[in-house]
């Protein structure tokens, strides 16, 4: 069954970072684009992220643009969302994502940008 593992997050100091990453399973992974979200307390999910099979082409929300990357490893089946110069604003539940036959999620990691 398709499954996407996550790890990383925890508690940073504004300016700081934090690299999430997220091991898939259960489908082909380098036919797939692959997102990360995220979802602040009391707001919608939003995108984050995205990046294409192949890892050419890379999208990021406005906000993010300058200060995340995402990137993957064909080869381990693994995604990742390297997070610089850290907000307040960045606090959220970051999930990857991706589009098969239908939408599936991992499991949530949690950031917490505070002093």
């Known amino acids: 069954q398709v499954q996407l593992v996550q790890s990383g997050g925890g508690l940073v100091q504004p300016g700081g970072s934090l690299r999430l990453s997220c091991a898939a399973s259960?489908?082909?992974?380098?036919?797939?684009?692959m997102s990360w979200y995220r979802q602040a307390p009391g707001k919608e999910r939003e995108l984050v992220a995205t990046?294409?099979?192949?890892?050419?082409?890379?999208n990021y929300a406005d906000s993010m643009k300058d200060r995340f990357t995402i990137s993957r490893d064909n080869t381990k089946n693994t995604v990742t969302l390297q997070m610089n110069s850290l907000k307040p604003e960045d606090t959220a539940v970051y999930y990857c994502?991706?589009?098969?036959?239908?939408?599936?999620w991992g499991q949530g990691t949690r950031v917490t940008v505070s002093s």
């Open positions: 994502n991706v589009r098969l036959w239908k939408t599936y």
């Open positions: 259960g489908f082909t992974f380098s036919n797939y684009a």
């Open positions: 990046i294409t099979n192949t890892g050419y082409s890379t």
